[in-house]
């Protein structure tokens, strides 16, 4: 009897091993330190500052959490439900009705994304370049790495994370190194109107730890995945935090003087006396590739969900087609920077919090349900 389970055992395992397109456990971890890394991390913090002036930090601090709270649901979602086979009427339709709010979610960030890639280097590297140009490149490196499949992201993110974390800490550390006073940032909550509105207004550059959902049915899940996943979300949203801490000391009294479009690798270059050069140049240039494998992880989103929504699957062909749609809508809804706060802060951010804390939260009690039915079974079994 012993050889007959082991003999099972043995035939098991092979089977796990043939899903090439699995993401492991380390890569899943390794997307979710990129993941905080992107939106999160250099822009985010100057837009904090400008509205919340000396409180832009606990605005951070606050998002962190949330979306620590929320990664760790969706994570839960994933591992509880990635083998479970359901089928019927009413998942084609619930599954459908749910492609179509990630798919709007999905594009939405995708155009912030590329956005921003587009208005740093329209100012910096590529002044004269057309952005019309520009964006189409863009795009185009979007649906290459979204068509690639999870596998292929999370093999790029477990390559490039060592990188992402050192130009992070660099960052961190310069906004330090100056003649900052770190006590202008007291006392707290002085204008507390405003940085309560944060988290709300700047839902499209937070809350993306959802988009892992797309995975759960190619995700390998060991004992303390979750735990360190969320550790890892919570460490990269610390040093957000930290590096927010430092711009609401330096330029918390003069917010003033911040406009969409500064980034906080500029900003560092002022608030450490320049003391490093230009070493911000080097740090944005390991940003933008982490922008650049962001959007691959949206564009992937977006594909799995018009697979989703199409019944049968041409995951290159979508992916086409999806950097087409981003393509369109970039020029005909934010052809400029005004027009892409303008979007990001009017138009999306309750469609983005519906999504980034409704759907964990729905799944959390789909997973609380799916257990306690389990152990009913189990009593009655007994």
């Given at each position: ?71 760790y649901f969706t994570l839960l979602v994933m591992r509880r439900f990635r083998e479970v086979n359901v089928s ?230 979508y992916s086409v087609a999806v950097g087409v749609v981003v393509y369109v ?54």
């Open positions: 009897m012993e050889q007959i389970q082991a003999a099972e055992i043995s035939e098991e395992r092979p089977a796990r091993r043939t899903r090439t397109n699995a993401l492991s456990s380390h890569q899943l971890i390794a997307m979710t330190f990129i993941i905080g890394f992107g939106l999160n991390m250099l822009n985010l913090p100057a837009v904090l500052v400008m509205d919340g002036g000396r409180d832009g930090w606990l605005a951070m601090l606050f998002i962190t959490a949330v979306d620590c709270v929320a990664l019927g009427k009413a998942y084609k339709i619930i599954r459908t009705v749910l492609a179509v709010v990630f798919l709007t979610w999905s594009l939405g960030k995708l155009m912030l994304i590329i956005g921003e890639a587009r208005m740093f280097f329209g100012k910096t590297v590529f002044a004269n370049l057309d952005w019309l140009v520009f964006l189409g490149l863009l795009g185009a490196l979007a649906a290459i790495l979204g068509a690639g499949g999870g596998r292929a992201l999370g093999r790029l993110c477990e390559l490039f994370l060592p990188i992402a974390a050192v130009a992070v800490i660099m960052l961190v550390v310069m906004s330090y190194s100056g003649g900052t006073h770190f006590s202008d940032v007291l006392p707290i909550l002085h204008n507390n109107a405003d940085v309560l509105k944060c988290p709300i207004k700047y839902a499209l550059w937070t809350g993306n730890y959802p988009v892992l959902c797309v995975f759960f049915r190619n995700a390998e899940f060991k004992k303390h995945t979750c735990a360190v996943s969320t550790a890892a979300a919570g460490i990269s949203g610390i040093m957000a935090a930290a590096l927010t801490f430092a711009l609401s000391a330096a330029y918390g009294n003069i917010r003033q003087l911040i406009y969409y479009g500064s980034n906080a690798a500029d900003m560092n270059q002022y608030v450490s006396n320049y003391n490093f050069g230009r070493i911000d140049l080097i740090v944005f240039t390991v940003w933008s590739v982490v922008l650049l494998i962001e959007s691959g992880i949206f564009q992937h989103a977006a594909v799995e969900c018009v697979s989703a929504i199409i019944p049968k699957s041409y995951p290159h062909i809508l970039m020029n005909l809804l934010v052809p400029c920077d005004v027009r892409l706060f303008t979007f990001a802060t009017k138009y999306m951010p309750y469609y983005s919090l519906a999504v980034q804390t409704a759907l964990p939260a729905v799944g959390a009690a789909a997973v609380a349900v799916h257990m306690i039915a389990c152990r009913k079974r189990k009593r009655r079994q007994n």
